[in-house]
């Protein structure tokens, strides 16, 4: 089960690497949304964003602390980070709460608030590296352990 959902997180956050990598140095503004080439690229990299951030939330991190009999039922999402914290494989649980907060902000669309879509691209292409950086460190400790 561990196995899968490394496989699925890396699966997501491969296709979104691919859009960060073509967007990351363009300059995110509301003139981008002129652009439907851009669009269409930013839309991709923004679901596979949404789509990395909650598949890791609802089901990796609750498989790698199954695998090391620290989850129980009744674990909210924040008791998940906190003792994957104690565990060293999440930094700071906080920050993660504030990527969900950014996946808020990128689920509106863009005709009502592209200012603030325009925030939540940037806030997540620089999120993005991080939460790729977490899914790493949890395969590593995975590996680590003998769970892969």
């Known amino acids: 089960m561990l196995k899968d959902a490394v496989k699925t997180s890396y699966l997501h956050y491969e296709r979104a690497l691919a859009n960060y990598e073509e967007i990351k140095d363009w300059k995110i ?6 652009d439907k080439e851009k669009v269409k690229t ?3 990299f923004i679901f596979r964003f949404i789509k990395l ?3 890791m939330g609802e089901t990796l991190f609750k498989r790698i602390l ?6 129980k039922d009744s674990m909210s999402l924040l008791d998940m980070l906190d003792s994957l ?28 608030n ?13 999120s993005f590296v991080v939460i790729g ?15 892969l």
Do not use: C
């Open 53 to 55: 951030q909650d598949y």
């Open 29 to 34: 503004n509301e003139e981008l949304f002129a």
């Open 114 to 126: 592209s200012d603030q879509i325009t925030v939540g691209i940037i806030a997540a292409l620089k």
């Open 85 to 112: 914290e104690k565990l060293k494989i999440v930094e700071n649980a906080e920050e993660w709460m504030k990527f969900r907060k950014i996946r808020n902000i990128l689920t509106h669309e863009y005709p009502d």
């Open 66 to 71: 199954e695998s090391v009999g620290e989850y």
């Open 133 to 147: 950086d977490i899914l790493k460190s949890i395969e590593k400790y995975a590996r680590s352990k003998n769970l």
């Open 42 to 44: 930013t839309d991709a």
